[in-house]
């Protein structure tokens, strides 16, 4: 992890003359290193890269000096290193947070609005940089990056409204001297838990309705996307977040006593997680310890209908934006696709045919369409998965192997005759592999969709009006797509059924990080 530059000069400066020397050569080292990453970056503005945490308003390292090292997926080059935090660091970013929440719990909703408008302004005016960060930590394109920046940069939009609309209840008493009145107040401080497949959506989605409605803020972004969550501290300060009111701690190899702790700790009043449905179950268990608020939105395994009333072509584009959307490395993406057997060969030859045009490479070409996958365990689980469907008699029609050379990518992969039991109907694959399983009948589709755990998001194409309502409320997931493969913006409630996880964010899940609070007037 790089010292600040002042840091650097001051023991320079201070130090004996003896050992200047030695220190010369290190603050000539420092400026190497930092002239070496800044290029590797190659940002307009090099300030929004930070390598440390942020803890009551001040960039601070790990108290003993460990780091995370993250590296690019798309060519394995290091970009840089931020803080090894631990139990110690977390408990005082909670406390900040604690302490922030007696001020900024207080403030007006108009003055609230006003800094997150500031923060939305902030993320369109640096569009190209936080999109760039992303592509270089996760290593999606540069257009899908841009996307989720002005993706994320809408929550603040949103919630920025949202904030002056938390409007309190007048209840009619039977008594007359009675007056019931219900205030809603902010829950308190929040401890925020993001993936890294969208490095900054997640955490905007979470943080805007946190900040909106009064709330204060820890946040562990993961280990392999931290820099997208430490220009979003930057930007926060800019905007004129207090200190304290925004809190991040990064971790890797403490993550489990970190994670207690944001979940246990007695300050905390409330957790929001997103990523995979054993981690949400183990932190809804921590959680439980004090009774705490929960939102979570945990693993997925959408099913993608096609009937033979479809139109084909605006299935197939479906499919593509629905499926292939991050290399296939999102929570929503159409996981189990089935097709009706008469339109079964129409379907796969035009998916295949589009997929097969595909150019997978660094995000930062802008002939990339897709990029690579986030590590060496996500090529693993793919491959398996690939290697399950054809030992059970599916077929490759494109793709279905890891990419040669640098960086961690497979090819866009398109597998036809996928039998029902195959583990890719089971599991979420999480990789940029469509596999098409045939069915016969309406009733027999909707069984099949609904043989999962989870409960996410589903998707069917359809002309007829009737099918479409009948499908659409069989479905058991908490969000539909009828004719579309892309459902998510910053107005609806996102969110699962079953072990897809609990609350809704975006739309009114402002809610979520508001308590009621009835004021009964007597004596009047």
């Known amino acids: 992890m790089f010292p600040p530059f002042s840091h650097a000069l001051k023991v320079l400066v201070k130090a004996p003359i003896a050992t200047r020397q ?45 780091s995370i090292l993250v590296t690019n997926p798309a060519t394995g080059e290091e970009l ?18 604690g302490n922030a929440f007696a001020s900024w719990g207080k403030t007006t909703a108009r003055h609230r609005h ?35 920046n002005a993706y994320s940069a809408s929550f603040m939009e949103w919630y920025a409204e949202e904030a002056v609309r938390i409007y309190g209840e007048h209840i009619p008493s039977p008594f007359t001297n009675l007056r019931n009145v219900v205030i809603k107040q902010p829950v308190g401080v929040v401890s925020i838990l993001t993936p890294w497949n969208f490095p900054s959506a997640m955490i905007t989605r979470k943080l805007g309705a946190a900040l909106a409605a009064g709330c204060t ?8 996307t931290p820099f997208s969550a430490l220009a979003l501290a930057e930007l926060s300060r800019r905007a004129g977040v207090p200190d304290g009111v925004i809190n991040i701690v990064t971790t890797q190899k403490n993550v489990i006593e970190v994670g207690r702790e944001m979940c246990e700790n007695k300050i905390v009043r409330k957790i929001s997680f997103t990523g995979s449905t054993p981690v949400a179950k183990s932190l809804y268990g ?26 084909i072509d605006q299935a197939v584009e479906g499919a593509i934006s629905c499926k ?3 290399s296939g490395q999102t929570c929503v993406c159409a996981n189990r696709i089935y097709v009706q057997s008469s339109v079964y060969a129409d379907f796969a030859s035009k998916l295949a045919e589009k997929v097969t045009a595909f150019k997978v490479g660094n995000g930062l070409d802008e002939t990339t369409t897709h990029g690579p996958l986030i590590h060496e365990r996500a090529i693993s689980k793919v491959v398996r998965h690939v ?15 890891r990419v040669d050379g640098a960086g961690t990518f497979f090819a866009p992969t398109v597998l036809s005759e996928v039998p029902a039991g195959a583990l890719s109907n089971f599991e979420e694959t999480f990789g940029p592999v ?13 069984a099949l969709a609904n043989n999962a755990d989870v409960g996410l998001a589903g998707y069917f194409f359809s002309r007829d009006v009737g099918r479409v309502w009948r499908v659409a409320e069989a479905l058991e997931v908490g969000m539909v797509g009828t004719n579309t493969g892309l459902i998510s913006h910053a107005t609806i409630p996102f969110g699962g059924v079953k072990e897809s996880g609990l609350g809704r964010e975006g739309g009114h899940g402002i809610t979520e990080y508001l308590n009621q609070k009835l004021i009964t007037f007597g004596g009047l």
């Open 80 to 97: 840089g290193t931020v803080p090894e935090m631990g139990l110690e660091e977390t408990k005082s970013a909670i406390a900040a947070a």
């Open 387 to 401: 290697e399950d469907a054809v030992s059970r008699g599916a077929q490759v029609l494109v793709g279905g192997k």
């Open 286 to 311: 921590m959680a439980a310890s004090t009774l705490k608020k929960v939102s979570i939105e945990a693993g997925g395994n959408a099913p993608f209908i096609v009937f033979d009333d479809a139109d």
């Open 22 to 66: 030695s220190n010369r050569s290190s603050l000539s080292l420092w400026y190497r290193m930092a002239s070496t990453n800044a290029n590797i970056w190659g940002l307009q503005d090099p300030s929004l890269i930070k390598y440390q945490s942020y803890i009551d308003g001040k960039w601070v390292g790990a108290k003993d000096g460990g």
């Open 114 to 148: 006003d800094i997150l408008m500031n923060f939305y302004n902030l993320m369109r005016e640096h569009n190209d940089d936080l999109a760039r960060i992303i592509t270089l930590e996760n290593g999606k394109t540069l257009t899908e990056a841009k996307g989720e």
């Open 217 to 224: 803020a820890v946040i562990k972004p993961p280990p392999e």
């Open 434 to 446: 469509a596999a098409l399983t045939k069915f016969e009948t309406e009733e027999e589709v909707i």
């Open 324 to 326: 292939f959307r991050g």
